[in-house]
């Protein structure tokens, strides 16, 4: 069920069903999440049910200021507090120490507690209605199945997940992959998920370098997004320099079929069958495109899904991040 996400109305209507421990798809400036009331662990089950998630991966809860941090929070060390200063709100994933107690079926179980604040209008009305109610916070994963395509419209949420679930429709997400991530349970912050906001921005503000996760002499915290394999749609999806994808589509033919590729070096095919579409030049771009693309070709059949490699620059690593993880399902 779709309901206008600037209308006052849906808003009450969402919170509603939130409150009485239902579930909601929800907008944000990344991915569309599917939410719930994170104090309430069985709507909070309801949700790894639904998407076919693993309980003891944690989810990130949504809150609609930092002053709901201290609620789940156990400790901000300062250059956390100085991220959150700087990025919320936004598209930045802050794991800190949770308080025990709190939010447990969110957290998977585990010590820490991954906090974001979306700054979509719609996320912020509802979030702000909900902690007027005393809600501190909505637990919401990406509205897929775990380990899919995430979605960038209420429509890719509503051909996932079926119209029996309610969704606020606030219109394509401006970012389109999801936030990034940083552990801020240790003495340095720690990178677990590259994003919009870059690491060299992070790091600037934070005013500490960052730690990479291949760094560590011990295990990262769990958190979403993080598995190798992640992202993918049905077809196989294949990383290949534009020369390799100009040679392979060479030697196609004209019968090749259920073949799709994206690429910023202009391509073609002798086959009418093989669907080519341009990837953008800027990484802003090409990121708010990626999801919406990989669900295109899946919807037109295709098995096999050709990525021209993306420039090796810091602006690209949230994007490359996410077609790496979609790659290593194939």
Known sequence: ???????????????????????????????????????????????????????DHPLIV???GPEAVAHFAADIP??????????????????????PGVADAAAGGHASIGLRCPSHPVAQRLLATLAARGIHGLA????????????????????????????????????????SIVDCTRRAPVLLRPGHITRAQIEQAAGVPLLSKNMLST????????????????AKVRLMGARDLRAALGVLGADA??????????LRSD?????????????????????????????????????EALPDTPEWDGVRDRLQRAAASA
């Open 271 to 307: 086959s009418r069958h093989v669907l080519l579409r341009p990837m953008p030049d800027d990484a802003d771009t090409a990121a708010q495109q990626l999801f919406a693309v990989l669900r295109e070709f899946d919807a037109a059949g295709v098995r096999l899904i050709w990525v």
């Open 1 to 55: 069920m779709l309901l206008p996400g600037d209308n006052t109305d849906s808003i009450a209507t969402a919170a509603d069903r939130l409150s009485a421990g239902g579930l909601v798809g929800l907008p944000t400036e990344t991915v569309y999440g599917l939410a719930a009331d994170a104090a309430q662990d069985a709507a909070v089950r309801a949700i790894f049910t639904t998407k076919g998630r693993p309980a």
């Open 219 to 234: 295990p990262d915290p769990h958190a979403s997004g993080t598995l190798l394999a992640h992202y993918a749609p049905q």
């Open 62 to 64: 949504h809150v609609a």
């Open 140 to 179: 919401a994963p990406s509205a897929n199945r775990f380990g899919r395509v995430s979605p960038t419209t209420a429509a890719h949420v509503v051909a996932e997940l079926g119209d029996d679930l309610m969704v606020l429709d606030g219109g394509p997400c401006a970012v389109g992959i999801e936030s």
């Open 78 to 99: 300062a250059f956390a507090q100085k991220l959150i200063d700087t990025f919320w709100p936004g598209p930045l994933t802050l794991i800190l120490p949770r308080r």
């Open 257 to 266: 079929r259920h073949m799709a590729v994206w690429a910023r070096t202009p």
